[in-house]
């Protein structure tokens, strides 16, 4: 049995968890002569999460395979069940009411939610009589990613909820039209370029790029017809329009500063002055962190910034400048690589599994991990607007570091078995 | 196909997301400079700038510290103010209204809320400060002069300019530099080096400690003391013999070469330059153009030097052995070559020999000798070569490499010259004769003509002037100023000559100048000069040169002096080194009548002429001189 573990999966997962803490320390260190398993201080918590996990990891590990499929429907109703329970016992930490608060511990369900969704998806998905090319059952599919989703939004963590759009990577693998992926890359794509070069050069882009297809397309037997291109650039034009309409009257200004920041519209530099003390303050002392590091970084322990608290929730969602600041660009570089490997690596095992449930669920793994650490990465280099969520296996937390190493503790459990799944 | 979607972008996004870290951490490199870091912080600590001692221990140049209360505004609490007003003796108006002041300036950065408190008040206040928060004392510390002289070659410090913090790594903004005389010339040396620490901050630019436990932090050097070789009693001496004269005295110990007195005048009292009234003084100081106070003319007025220079004619001849102390020249009043005429006030047809040519100062002697000493060699060229050689031996045409950061080369014309001029073979020793009574191409420098009369004095060598004595108690080993420069001129050719100067004060020109019991050798000069006013060129009175050493079998001291338009060479400018050497041989002065004569005599009339736009009179009235636009006054008015 053991040999049958993707050891090259639990060897990064381990390593990542190895230099998450090392980077944990380091960025709530207060100094000298404390035991690493101080309690007082975050890093001995967090080094006790993982103590936890690694016994989850043999109780996950130890469980039937054929638990996972079977019970996966009664994991989700009762992760449901938790996250609505945080409406009346819900305990709230920094304005969002995501925990459970049990003795000293606190414990965040949406944090195990993902993994429930991915099992109760992929045993919906897997079931011989689903067909999501219909209507109904791609509906059905929907409502399990989005029920999760809509009852997290309004705790309010909207990063989290976010997460759950990563499951369509998983319904596009299994056969779901391509045209919904691409309706939502442009639809960004639009939203982006009308707030960078207004409406009316995005309009005159979009039919430009049309009658292009137009022409090239000509003798495809796929070709659009000229009635459908009008009707997709008229479409592009309306939502250009409501795009600005919406970013000027709807908006707050403090949402119209967070997107100014992200596509880097304002080049008054008092203005931008302005923006790095107050929306983008976190993105740029994190971005003067990592650039401060160089390619060595300043060494372990001796980064100036980190010690002096100036990148915010640094040993969260931020986690990944201190990497930048200690390590420098061999220390960034390496983590980027870790996660690409896993990711590939997940994908990989996804699609030798022998089950439909198994190879489901393995892509749900990638692709949670995947948006998790395209968004927060993205987020801390200042490529992405500011949205919380934490690095995988990375960031401090016992319920997120918990959730992920069952999420993928599981999928290794799976497929340890694939043999056996006749 | 469906299968690649997501291990493509994933590819994708890795590759972006290192493209970008490594644009972040290797391309861009803003943040990596930790003195730019935010975190850290470099407190810096200075020490205390060397003090300057005359070289006999005599403190010239000293520190004294101010003491400025500061404010942050942001951090000050409520406080008794009636107290805090008593102890720094202001009323409650003074501290509301400096209150308001560095509130608009900045709630949260430092600024002055009342400057340089006194000693007393600075120790009353101290004890109850802690009382005050968002009051603490700086302590700025200052030149302190225990003298009023001297202030061309102590220079002064002030803060530095964005010129020196570009080329000067160690300078930060608002730290002092020195500039000019020893202040700059010893700037290192007097200013040591500063300390730094630096200490760790948090966002809220709170102090956690210091940056990577002090691995980084330098303890300061203190600034070391010096020694000048200045004499401050004569120095002060000689700018009082000055007063209301233009010119400059060098004097120089021979046999060492040290700077005994460096007097320019008109000068200033070195205190003006001191703190907040710096900029202002300095100001007026630079922008008189006409007296020139900040003008060192000590080193950088450049004069032809007159009659002394006959003193190396004739070195150069007795060495050349053309002429020897016997040789007679007559004198028809003058010197006749060609078509033209060099006068003399020699009577027409006095028979002179060396000695008498000296102390007379006889134009006729010269220029014969000179002539001898040019046509001894085939071609004028050659001629003109030696003596170059020979007379560039004695320090003169160049720099002398002494120890302060100002000077000028003056001039020695050498054969390319007159080439350039005349045409290669087509000039005559009688073109450059002028050369033979310092009229000519020559110029020096007041320290260049001092550092001949040390030469002269030393029997034919030199040591390099310096004005640096000793380095906080080692003596200076400077290998430059150790070094001996041997002229050209055999030793036993100088005693002719300095017998003959010797007489300038016996029997010659300088007879009515004595000082009794001192031996003294020297020689009178004047120098033609021409200024430019309003673009017009116009001759004035003769400078007044002088030059001298005594004792004469043991130079203690050799000097040259000369006073703008001052006329003859004895009249002001032996006066005053006669004096000078009286002070510095004896410590008082018996000559009470010169003494008074100098210190009473006044040249501003002197100096007010070309600018009166009136005909004036020069040399005692012998001359008149008309401006140009008196002139055309005087024709406007007569019609």
Not at chain 1, 196 to 218: C, E, H, P
Not at chain 2, 162 to 174: F, M
Not at chain 2, 318 to 325: K, P
Not at chain 2, 506 to 535: C, L, M, R
Request: aromatic share 14%.
């Amino acid at each position: 049995m053991i040999k049958k573990f993707d050891w090259l999966t639990i060897l990064i997962y381990f390593l990542l968890v190895a230099i998450g803490w090392i980077n944990i320390y380091s960025a709530t260190y207060k100094g000298p002569d404390e035991s690493i398993f101080n309690l007082n201080e975050l890093y001995g918590k967090q080094m006790m999460f993982i103590i936890a996990s690694v016994v989850m990891i043999v109780i996950v590990l130890s469980i039937e395979a054929k638990f996972y499929e079977r019970f996966s429907s009664v994991i989700y109703l009762a992760s449901l069940l938790l996250l609505l329970g945080l409406f009346v016992f819900g305990k709230n930490i920094n304005g969002a009411t995501s925990w459970y608060a049990i003795g000293g511990m606190t414990l965040q369900p949406s944090e195990f939610a993902k993994a429930a969704t991915a099992l109760a998806l992929s045993k919906y998905l897997s079931d011989i009589q689903t067909n999501i090319l219909e209507f109904k059952g791609l509906m059905r599919a929907v409502i399990i990613i989005a029920l999760p989703a809509l009852i997290i939004i309004p705790q309010p963590d909207p990063g989290s909820a976010l997460v759950y759009a990563s499951f369509f990577f998983v319904l596009h693998r299994e056969g779901l039209s391509p045209w919904y992926l691409m309706i939502g890359f442009v639809a960004v794509l639009l939203f982006a370029l009308t707030l960078m070069f207004g409406t009316i050069w995005v309009s005159l882009g979009t039919a430009l790029l049309l009658t292009l297809i137009y022409f090239v397309s000509k003798k495809s037997k796929k070709r659009l017809s000229i009635l459908q291109l009008t009707g997709i650039l008229l479409v592009s034009i309306v939502f250009s329009y409501s795009v600005n309409f919406i970013f000027e009257n709807v908006f707050e200004q403090r949402h119209r500063d967070r997107f100014s920041l992200w596509l880097r519209l304002e080049d008054d530099p008092a203005k931008l002055e302005t923006i790095r003390r107050t929306i983008g303050y976190n993105t740029y002392q994190s971005e003067s962190a990592i650039g401060s590091g160089g390619l060595m970084g300043k060494g372990f322990l001796e980064g100036t910034r980190t010690k002096g608290d100036f990148v915010p929730e640094q040993h969260t969602d931020y986690i990944f400048s201190t990497v930048g600041e200690e390590w420098g660009f061999i220390g960034t570089a390496t983590v980027v690589l870790l996660f690409t490997i896993l990711i590939l690596r997940l994908q990989y095992l996804a699609e030798r599994q022998k089950s439909a449930f198994s190879r489901m669920y393995g892509y749900s793994v990638a692709a949670i991990i995947f948006f998790h650490f395209a968004i927060n990465i993205g987020m801390v280099i200042g490529l992405l607007p500011t949205i919380g969520i934490p690095l995988p296996f990375f960031s401090y937390g016992g319920s997120g570091l918990m959730g992920f190493t069952i999420l993928l503790f599981i999928f290794i459990k799976l497929d340890a078995n694939r043999i056996n799944e006749w | 196909m469906r299968k690649f979607l997501l291990s493509s972008i994933i590819i994708i996004l890795a590759i972006i997301y290192i493209g970008r870290l490594s644009y972040l951490q290797l391309v861009d490199s803003s943040s990596q400079n930790p003195l730019d870091d935010t975190a850290i912080k470099a407190v810096y600590d200075y020490p205390e700038r060397g003090h300057i001692y005359d070289r006999n221990k005599n403190l010239l140049v000293a520190n004294q510290a101010f003491y400025d209360v500061m404010v942050i505004p942001r951090e000050v609490k409520p406080l008794d103010t009636l107290e805090f007003c008593q102890l720094l003796n202001i009323t409650k108006e003074d501290f509301d209204s400096k209150y308001k002041k560095a509130y608009t300036y900045s709630p949260r950065l430092p600024s002055v809320f009342l400057p340089q408190l006194s000693k007393k008040e600075y120790a009353t206040f101290q004890e109850k400060m802690r009382k005050y928060e968002g009051f603490y004392i700086q302590k700025r510390s200052l030149r302190h002069y225990m003298t009023d002289a001297g202030s061309n070659f102590l220079g002064y410090i002030s803060e530095v300019n964005e010129r020196d913090l570009k080329n000067k790594p160690y300078y930060q903004s608002g730290e002092l530099i020195g500039r000019q005389g020893v202040e700059q010339e010893y700037e290192e040396i007097l200013r040591g080096r500063k300390g730094v620490k630096f200490i760790q901050k948090d966002r809220f630019n709170r102090v956690i400690g210091p940056y990577k436990n002090g691995m980084y932090d330098t303890l300061p050097d203190q600034g070391k003391d010096i020694r000048l070789t200045i004499d401050n009693a004569l120095q002060k001496y000689g700018e009082e013999l000055m007063v209301n004269k233009r010119g400059g005295i060098v004097a120089i110990e021979p046999s060492s070469g040290e700077i005994l007195a460096l007097v320019t005048a008109p000068s200033y009292d070195p205190e003006l330059l001191v703190g907040r009234k710096r900029s202002k003084n300095y100001t007026e100081l630079y922008y008189d153009s006409i007296a020139k106070p900040t003008y060192d003319r000590g080193l950088l007025a450049q004069y032809p030097p007159g009659s002394p220079f006959k003193t190396l004619n004739a070195l150069i001849g007795l060495q050349e052995g053309v002429i020897d102390e016997n040789t007679t020249f007559t004198c028809y009043h003058g010197y006749k070559y060609g078509r033209r005429f060099m006068g003399c006030h020699c009577p027409s047809g006095s028979r002179n020999n060396l000695d008498r040519g000296i102390y007379e100062s006889c134009n006729a002697y010269f220029a014969n000798t000179y002539r001898r000493i040019i046509e001894k060699y085939p071609t004028a060229a050659e001629g003109m070569g030696v003596w170059e050689k020979h007379i560039r031996s004695f320090g003169l045409g160049d720099y002398l490499g002494y120890d302060l950061p100002i000077g000028k080369s003056g001039k020695v014309p050498s054969p390319e010259y007159y080439n350039r001029a005349y045409g290669e073979n087509r000039w005559y020793s009688t073109f450059t004769l002028s050369n033979a009574i310092g009229q000519g191409e020559v110029l020096t420098t007041p320290i260049q003509l001092a550092n001949m009369t040390a030469t002269i004095a030393n029997r034919g060598y030199y040591y390099t002037p310096h004005i640096i004595k000793s380095i906080e108690n080692d003596t200076i080993d400077i290998h430059k100023f150790k070094t001996k420069h041997q002229t050209t001129i055999d030793p036993e050719h100088f005693e002719p000559v300095i017998k003959g100067m010797n007489d300038v004060f016996i029997k010659g020109t300088a007879k009515w100048i004595q000082i009794p019991d001192i031996s003294i050798a020297g020689k009178t000069g004047t120098a033609e000069n021409f200024v430019k006013v309003d673009g017009q060129r116009m001759q004035l009175t003769d400078h007044s040169i002088f030059i001298a050493f005594a004792p004469v079998e043991d130079p203690k001291i050799a000097i040259a002096v000369f006073v703008e338009n001052g006329y003859w060479g004895s009249r002001w400018a032996g006066r005053i080194a006669g004096l000078m050497i009286e002070k510095y041989i004896k410590g008082e002065i018996t000559r009470k009548d010169m003494e008074k004569f100098v210190l009473e005599g006044s040249l501003q009339e002197e100096y007010e002429k070309p600018y009166s736009k009136k005909p004036f009179s020069i040399n005692d009235g012998k001359k008149m001189i008309i401006p140009e636009s008196s002139t055309e006054n005087k024709v406007s008015a007569a019609q």
